[in-house]
């Protein structure tokens, strides 16, 4: 790194979700931003992305400031792979070149956009679908492409809604709405890193 600083990168795997692991680095790697890439092909140039898709098993990919959610297909090896993704991310620093293009950081859509399509998806899909089970889920906020939700109702408390709800949730909203960054849930305060919301006092 310039300057003889060392790089730092702490990675912990879901507990919740075995295939999928963060990766938080000391340098920022998409400084501001988040993007979502389903595909190699979303990359638009993204060195970084294009170091981790060349991994075998990397389905999905993740990037938020300094963090970096990598997710694996079929048997989630982590032992094996989180070192490839700690090289992967050091070479793409390395190389100097764009960690994520100036083409992927173009196309994100305004926060203004991104509320009214988010908006859309709970009230028209996800919403009536939870309404069955006495829940709801609330768009709070919006901040570049991040958007943060709150699960309400016959959600909160339950045991399963942080495995099946959320994921299915997440999995609406980025088939819908695919410019959006990180979703993150602020009912669920025991995740740690929320960089937006200030854990409850309760």
Known sequence: LPGGKSLRIAATPSMM??????????????PGGSAYFAE???SQGSTLVDRLFDIEGVSEVLVNHDVTRVTLTGDADWETKIPLVGMAIRDAIASGAPLISEVVAASLLPPEEIRRR????????INPAVASHGGMVSLLDVSNNAVFLEFGGGCQGCGMVSVTLKY????TIRDEVPEVGEILDTTDHAAGRNPYYAPSSK
């Not at 979700?17 to 998409?30: D, R, W």
């Not at 299915?168 to 999995?171: K, L, Y």
Request: charged share 20%.
């Open 40 to 42: 190699r092909g979303q």
């Open 118 to 125: 988010v908006q859309q998806v709970l009230d028209t899909i």
């Open 168 to 171: 299915g949730v997440e999995r």
């Open 17 to 30: 979700h075995p295939e999928q692991c963060t990766f938080q680095c000391s340098e920022p790697l998409f």
